[in-house]
């Protein structure tokens, strides 16, 4: 099994700036792609931001320009630098991975436990 436990999560001032991370641990192999989803009450979740194996990223329209996301493969951990924050970035986040735990065996998406956000006007 593969856990996720992310850390930096809290209460800020819009224009404020956080740090999410999210490490991962377990019985790895191999990790793929690693992203943050986020979900506001009421809300569906939603993507926030992801990143390859090979550092290629891919980001929400909302979030460009204002968050960065980034990873060290050595350490199984992914971040995002979150920049510029509004009351529309109020969410629980997400941490997720893809991995396998054995070669041959699929990949499959893992999830963290998710950390509030909260962004005050």
């Known amino acids: 099994q593969v856990q996720l436990v992310e850390s930096g999560g809290g209460l800020v001032q819009a224009g404020g700036s956080l740090r999410l991370s999210c490490a991962a641990s377990g019985r790895i192999f191999e990790i793929n792609a690693m992203g943050w989803y986020r979900q506001a009450p009421g809300k569906q979740r939603e993507l926030v931001a992801t990143i390859t194996r090979a550092g290629s990223t891919n980001y929400a329209d909302s979030v460009k320009g204002r968050f960065t996301i980034s990873r060290d493969n050595t350490k199984k951990t992914v971040y995002v630098q979150m920049n510029s924050l509004k009351p529309d970035d109020t969410a629980v986040y997400y941490c997720?991975?893809?991995?396998?735990?054995?070669?041959?065996?699929?990949?499959?998406?893992?999830w963290g436990q998710g950390t509030q956000v909260t962004v005050s006007s």
């Open positions: 997720n991975c893809n991995a396998r735990y054995n070669l041959g065996w699929p990949f499959r998406d893992y």
